[in-house]
Every structure is written in C-alpha cells, then in structure tokens.
C-alpha cells in the first residue's frame, strides 16, 4: 500500500492518494488522526501511514469514506482553511550568501573533511550578481544619459560592459547562489584533472578533486582563472571548535534551478554539460510544494519542487530544432559532469515516492526535488 499526499500551498488545496495492491472492500479503512496532522490507511493487504503536509480541521478528522465501487485507487481533496495554512515564501532559500560568511570560516571537502580553503585565508566575502549580469547591463545602459548617442560597446567606458572580466582577487571570495569563486592560492589540497573518457572526443573539462580523497569539488573556471568550487561538495564550520555544517547536494541542485528561474523568468532548461553524458531537459512545473510519502525513507513531509525531464534530443536526430519557438523560450544551464549526474541520480530516485500512475506527464518523466527550508539555515546538519 502506498499514501501519496501534495499540498499546494498557493491553493491551499490538499490531495490524498491511496494505492493498493487490491481494491477496497469492506476491511478498509482510511483514517485522520484526531489532531489532523496525520493519516493511516489499512486493508487486508497491508498498513500505511504519512504525516500530512498541512493539519487538517476537525469535520475532515476520523474515518473517511471509502468508495461504493471497489477501487485499488482512492483520492481524496481537501480546502484546507487559512488558520491551518502553511505559508511560505516560495522564493529559493540560498545559504552561505557572503553575509554568512567570515574571514575564520573553515571550507572542508565533505566526504574527508580536508581543508580545501583554511581559516584567515579570505579576508572578505562578496556576492555576485546573476550569470548574465553584463549583459543584461549592457543593455539597459546602451543609451546612458549625459553620454554621446553610440552603439560603440568600448570597454574604456563601461567597467560592467559584457566584454568585462570578472577577475578574482587574492583574499577575496565571490559568492553565487551555489558555488565559490576563489584564487587558486587561496585554496589548498586541491588538484585539478582535464577528463577525456574517449581519445577521439572533444568534450574536455577542467575538474578539481579534493586532493585527499580524490573527489569531485569544482572546476577550473577559464574565464576567470580561479577555482569554482561547489556548495555541494563542502562543508563549513565557522570556528575551530564549532560544528561543520553541510548540506544533500539534492537541495543545492534544486537551488540553482529555483534561483535561475527566479532571475530568468524561465521554467525550462537545456542543463549542459562540457564533460561526457547526455543533457537533460527539465521543467520547472510546480516550484514549491509540501509532500508526504509512505514510500519515502520517512514518513514526514518535505517540501519539494515537482519537476517533469527528459533526456535531450540529440541535434544530429532532429535537425532544425535548436532554431524552433520551444527551444527559442527554454534557457541553457551548463554545470559541471558531477552535478549533472548527480541530478539525473536525484531526479530519478524521487519516482519512488510518487505512485506509479503519476510517474509521466505528456512525455516527460516526473520527478520531484527537496528544495530548502528556513529551518536549514543557521542547522548543522550531515549527510
């Protein structure tokens, strides 16, 4: 038996499914605890039970009514009233902005625990703006008030200009919403690797592993000549004697998806790579959505973004599609191998915790990611 619940909190809507082996009959029993936060389901066939996402209010307590007709499937939807809303920005919640962060915080690879950056070492922490920054700059500033009417893009007259550098700085560290921009001598036990798994191929990429145990931490970022190294491959503790903090790479990854759909306007991606494996479309469908599932590693619930994917069609097998109006409105995300893999690996094991019928929507696989919560900031956490 499996109880799948979604609350949408924009909706104030909750939705209940129960999947059995068996239709129901006489010995089932769908019951909500008398204090409303949680559910149990029973039949011959097997015992489930969830925490809900949400409480609900007393005339939508105790036994619910089960179907005349046997079905193995039963659904129930519920408006769950204000008082009893979750509320909740649905904006991404992004941790270690620079903020965070101070000159005697110590960055550790997360698997060893091997200083990657020591503590003194970067004296001041910067956040940087989007991806697309300058350009987007560039633009709104094309006809700059008090200037010369031009559309001469020179650099000796716009410092944010598109064709600007972005340069690091020794003892300073840049900050976006998933990764950080560092020198290379302001890191340590870091060795980098070009990965080349096939002799004939191009696809080349500049990754740095942690010295110690040889895991994947970042790249070498060629624009800037700095190390990039990833959130989800560190943890950080801010005093000697203070407890590191880290966090699932699954909730960085669905960070950075949250965070470019924020600042693009976009729901769909192409998410590149420059090292081998396929890309993947994804499709950010629902961002913010609370979730219980009797399948789950536990029983209470998550909050989640519900995110449809794909495998990306090969251009070699559809000509012309690059240029068509759909791939016009998708944005491009390029990131590392090891987090691309990393997603596909998190995308697909979240099937499980949906029933087998909501696995596929109009071509497309559903998945679901954890997405972070206020409670995660300012927690020690490990995994």
Not at 154 to 180: I, M, P
Not at 242 to 255: M, T, Y
Not at 301 to 328: C, E, F, H, N
Not at 358 to 372: D, I, S, T
């Amino acid at each position: 038996m499996h109880i799948y619940t979604e609350y949408l909190t924009s909706i104030r809507t909750l939705s209940i499914q129960i999947i059995s082996e068996s239709p129901s009959d006489e010995q089932t029993s769908v019951l909500v605890s008398p204090d409303g936060l949680s559910l149990k389901a029973s039949c011959h066939a097997g015992v489930a039970s969830v925490r809900l996402p949400v409480t609900l209010h007393g005339q939508d307590r105790g036994q619910l009514q089960t179907p005349d007709v046997p079905s193995a499937k039963l659904q129930y939807r519920f408006q769950v009233q204000a008082e009893h809303a979750t509320i909740s920005d649905s904006s991404a919640i992004i941790p270690w902005t620079a903020t965070d962060l101070t000159d005697s915080l110590e960055l550790t690879c997360k698997i060893c625990d091997t200083a990657v950056v020591s503590r003194n070492k970067v004296k001041q922490w910067k956040d940087l703006p989007s991806e697309n920054w300058a350009e987007m700059m560039d633009f709104w500033h094309c006809h700059k008030p008090n200037e010369p009417h031009t559309h001469d893009h020179a650099t000796d007259e716009k410092g944010y200009a598109a064709q600007s550098r972005l340069t690091a700085q020794r003892a300073v560290g840049l900050v976006n919403a998933t990764s950080f921009l560092l020198t290379a001598g302001d890191c340590s036990n870091v060795k980098s690797a070009t990965s080349n798994s096939h002799a004939n191929s191009n696809d080349k990429e500049a990754i740095l592993h942690c010295a110690s145990c040889n895991a994947s931490i970042g790249t070498f970022d060629d624009a800037t000549q700095s190390y990039k190294l990833a959130k989800l491959s560190l943890s950080l503790s801010h005093r000697p004697s203070g407890a590191r903090q880290c966090f699932s790479p699954e909730l960085w990854l669905s960070c950075r998806l949250l965070n470019a759909a924020e600042s693009q306007g976009l729901r769909k991606f192409t998410l590149l790579s420059s090292g081998p494996g396929d890309a993947l479309l994804i499709w950010i469908f629902t961002p913010d959505l609370y979730i219980s599932s009797s399948k789950g590693a536990s029983a209470e619930p998550i909050r989640v973004a519900k995110v449809p994917w794909k495998y990306a069609p090969s251009a070699m097998d559809t000509p012309g599609s690059a240029l068509d109006s759909q791939s016009l409105s998708d944005g491009e995300m390029e990131m590392p191998s090891f987090e691309l893999t990393a997603m596909e690996h998190y995308l697909e094991r979240s099937s499980l915790l949906l029933p087998e019928h909501a696995g596929h929507l109009m071509g497309w696989n559903v998945g679901l990611l954890q997405r972070f919560v206020l409670e995660d900031i300012g927690t020690n956490r490990q995994y």
